[in-house]
Each structure stands twice: as structure tokens, then as C-alpha cells.
């Protein structure tokens, strides 16, 4: 069968040898010295596919530019467009979704070290690294903001406020309402209630004496 089929063995080395030369008269005929002008293209439709090219015009538009803007009032897939302008209605309006974890308040915890430590300080009292010689923050202490509702909090994080920008897009949604647990922990570590002392203090009793134990 395979004698009908390729012949002698000398005849079958002739074919391989033919189709070698073939394959390499092929590939060489392919290359060109001119890597965008190539002699012989596989797939010419997908290497001449019509483009346009940055920053260059095009006739085809209006504008002549070779991007049109999306239409007034397009919202992306996937964004949820922010319609609050006042703090005050955002802080009626708006409840934190998160629950208060651990895992919340360690994800704020690296979200405020990240972002806000730099100008808020450590423990939010305004007196980050950078404040000197910038402008000093409002503490997060102060009496005013220790009022403020949460919501209020997320709609100075997304909007900015004063020397503040919007952190809207360093800081993801859940990560604000996150960063605000976190703030809350802060306020209330510097501002302790006589039941957040009383349950220390019994902390550490309980710690002294397993200690002399």
C-alpha cells in the first residue's frame, strides 16, 4: 500500500525534498524588508482592516475628530451616576450599607492610611505630614464633624469640600462607606464613652491577672 501510494523510497525523498523547497520559496516570499507593506499577507482583511488613527482628523465627522463624544445624559454600563449636590440632603438621604466588621474596619483602616493620613493625621485630628506647609484639614474630631452623619461623610468624599477634592475616583464606593467605619472608630477611640471605659478597665484587670498567673 505504501509503495502504490509514494513510490520508491528514492522517489518519496524527491516528494519531501520538493515539498521542503516549496515551503521555503513560500516563506521567503512572504518577508519583506518593508514590515508594513509585507509581499504576500495571510490574512490580508485582518492586516488592512479600516482604523483611524489617534490624533489625527477624520472627514467622516462632524467635529473632524476620530472619536465622537457620547450623547447627553449616557450613563456608562456598570456606573451608578452620583445626583446629590447637598451634603445635608446626601445625609438624609443615605445610610452606610456595610456592616461594622472586622473585615470593614481593617478595608477602611487601608483605605484612610492610603487616602486621608497624609492631611487628616494619624488619629483624624487634622495634622498629617503634609500639612506643613499646606493648609491645615478639618479634624475629624472637631465638634462639628463628630455630628455629621454618615451620609454627610460620603458626600464630602465623593464631591470634596473647601481645600478637599472629590476622591471619587481614587476611592471606590464601598471602600468610602468602608473608610467612614473606620472614622467612626477613630472619633470614638478619641472620644469614649464611660461604658467604653469601664469594659478597658475590665480588659485589663483580666489581663493583669492572667499575667500574675
Not at 488619629?123 to 455630628?147: C, H, T, Y
Not at 467605619?181 to 492572667?210: F, M, W
Amino acid at each position: 500500500m505504501k509503495s502504490f501510494i509514494f513510490g520508491a523510497p528514492k522517489a518519496r525523498n524527491k516528494i519531501i525534498d520538493l515539498a521542503m523547497i516549496l515551503s521555503l520559496g513560500l516563506v521567503a516570499s512572504s518577508c519583506s524588508k518593508q514590515t508594513e507593506s509585507p509581499i504576500w499577507q495571510y490574512m490580508p482583511h485582518m492586516a488592512n482592516t479600516p482604523n483611524l488613527k489617534s490624533q489625527k482628523g477624520y472627514d467622516g465627522l462632524g467635529n473632524g475628530s476620530s472619536m465622537l463624544m457620547p450623547p447627553d445624559g449616557t450613563v456608562a454600563r456598570g456606573h451608578k451616576p452620583y445626583r446629590f449636590t447637598d451634603p445635608e440632603e446626601a445625609a438624609r438621604a443615605l445610610e452606610n450599607p456595610l456592616p461594622r466588621t472586622k473585615a470593614n474596619l481593617e478595608r477602611g483602616q487601608k483605605v484612610f492610611q492610603t487616602n486621608c493620613l497624609v492631611c487628616h493625621g494619624e488619629r483624624g485630628l487634622g495634622d498629617g505630614p503634609v500639612v506643613n506647609p499646606f493648609p491645615v484639614p478639618k479634624s475629624l474630631q472637631s465638634d462639628d464633624m463628630l455630628k455629621w452623619k454618615d451620609g454627610h461623610l460620603f458626600h464630602v468624599i465623593t464631591k470634596g469640600q473647601g481645600i478637599m477634592p472629590s476622591y471619587s475616583q481614587q476611592v471606590q464606593v464601598d471602600d468610602r462607606w468602608a473608610v467612614i467605619h473606620y472614622i467612626r472608630a477613630l472619633q470614638r477611640a478619641e472620644h469614649p464613652t464611660d461604658e467604653d471605659l469601664r469594659a478597658l478597665k475590665a480588659r485589663s484587670a483580666n489581663g493583669a491577672s492572667k499575667g500574675e498567673k
